[in-house]
């Protein structure tokens, strides 16, 4: 029963974080208008606006005037309760589940508004730092420490990998809001966590990046957004990092 309660909860946040995802890089406000079509400017029935069920409806087309609604919508509310419920089931009933599924409602829209806009804004990064260091401190009071240490090495060592790249290329190799999302995710974590989360995230950006160029769909010098790969990243570290450290010692056969 509380699983379905879950489910619930979560895929209604799904659908705000939609309108989220939507209005924050368009500079709207998140509660006025009333939700509406982008197009022809209907408002949104109350049952089109029930989390999966009112695009399942719609058949992904407005009502009014049949313009196509992105897939995306459909996808956000189904992904948020899944990690949410897969949260719950890792975790249980504890803080740092209440702590993991913040972080998840920060990622969401982080990720699709970098896949749209290619921008991580400061609207979410800076009030996740104050999030995360908050949770964080009354998870483990007594290691105050770690996330601040967590959110000076994720910030910290993204900041290098742009000099670095600057220094290297001439141009900008990583924005500032990936390394505040950086430091976002270090409030959340511990240092060790969040510098295994960051290798996770260049590893799986060069995974995509040598798929692109071997199908022809990117070119060698092509930008690709950075910030779902630390998302998704980040949240494998913090939540198996003792398997894959257990699993490189066993590639390494010590």
């Not at 909860?9 to 406000?29: E, H, K």
């Not at 189904?78 to 409602?105: E, Q, Y």
């Not at 910290?156 to 670095?164: K, S």
């Amino acid at each position: 029963m509380i699983e379905v309660l879950i489910f619930l909860l979560a895929a209604s946040i799904g659908s705000f974080l939609n309108v989220v995802i939507y209005r924050l890089p368009r500079q709207i406000s998140l509660l006025r208008p009333a939700s509406h079509c982008p197009q022809c400017k209907a408002p949104v029935k109350p049952w089109h606006n029930i989390p999966i069920l009112g695009y399942l409806l719609l058949r992904g087309r407005c009502a009014g005037c049949g313009a196509r609604i992105p897939l995306r919508y459909l996808l956000v509310e189904i992904m948020t309760p899944a990690l949410v419920l897969a949260a719950w089931a890792l975790l249980g009933p504890t803080t740092a589940f209440i702590k993991l599924t913040v972080l998840i409602f920060l990622l969401i829209p982080v990720t699709f508004i970098d896949l749209d806009h290619r921008l991580i804004l400061n609207k979410i990064t800076l009030p996740g730092i104050v999030i995360g260091l908050a949770l964080s401190i009354a998870q483990a009071p007594q290691q105050f420490y770690q996330p601040v240490l967590g959110m000076l090495a994720g910030g910290g060592f993204l900041w290098l990998v742009a000099i670095a790249g600057r220094a290297m290329y001439g141009e900008e190799s990583m924005g500032g809001g990936d390394i505040k999302l950086g430091a976002m995710l270090g409030a959340f974590m511990t240092p060790a966590t969040v510098l295994l989360g960051l290798f996770l995230a260049f590893f799986l950006a060069s995974v995509f990046a040598v798929a692109g160029m071997s199908l022809g769909r990117l070119e060698r010098r092509s930008a690709i957004p950075f910030g779902p790969f630390i998302a998704l990243g980040a949240l494998v570290s913090l939540n198996f990092h003792e398997q894959l450290l257990a699993l490189y010692l066993g590639l390494i056969g010590y």
